[in-house]
């Protein structure tokens, strides 16, 4: 595993860098946060648990799944995930797992039991199910995590997470957005901005960020660490760092999988 170098407190890593198009060397989005002994994830794009046993990530040690939206390339691992779970070797040994997502998840995971019948089921040992409203203003603590929300300019209910450590440092993932004020506030002072960069500057959708937007969000939230990831092929033909520093002077990683950051 690849790492920048930092004193570690709360290691974070890129699970998946890609998108729903498949290549080679990027998985689909998700992140992995372990911070005093707990581990965390936040979206479970598919092969996201492959990719967690790669990284030396064990299931047993899971204590919450933070998705950001319900596009598939974002939760498509939560059915596997379900099944894992059932599975008796984790169900006598991991702790009890917070699932979170946006407003629709319950809805969302009564769907996939009816699609995939008790192989999508929660497990009978304790399983929360939380559905996060931006609007609230709420504050969700779990474990030694403080988390809380923003909504995203993407799809109908999508949120970004701003995630403090138990030494206060924070991080900030946005999952898939456009340029929104919100993020930016939320992104204040971050220590690390993960940031989407799906396509270039010379041919943007809307919904997404660019290089030069991600930037702009970055700079204008005080971000001290700019990380890009959810990477389009039309992305990755352009140079990237150079459109996104026409707008952000900071420190700035273009993200891979498996990459390791240490705040």
Known sequence: ?????????????????GTALPLSDRASPAIAVRDAGHLFCFDLGPGTL??????GLPLTSLL???????????CADLVPLLFALRNPVFVASRPHLVLAGPPGLVDLLSCLQAAYGGCASRPNDPVSVKEIHPENEEVVHIGPLEITVAGTRHSAHGISYRIRSSDGK??????????????????????????ECSFPDQSPVPGHLTPSLAGRIAEQSGARHLVLTHFYPECLKTDIARDCRQAYSGMLTLGSDLLLLRI
Not at 171 to 195: E, F, K, P
């Open 170 to 195: 924070a991080l900030v993932y946005s999952g898939d957005t456009d340029y929104s004020d919100q993020i930016v506030r939320l992104a204040h002072d971050a220590d690390i901005l993960i940031l």
């Open 50 to 55: 492959r990719q967690m046993a790669r990284a």
């Open 1 to 17: 595993m690849k790492a920048v170098d930092h004193h570690p407190m709360m290691d974070i890593i890129l699970l998946g860098t």
């Open 64 to 74: 919450g799944v933070f998705l950001t939206h319900f596009h598939p390339d974002h």
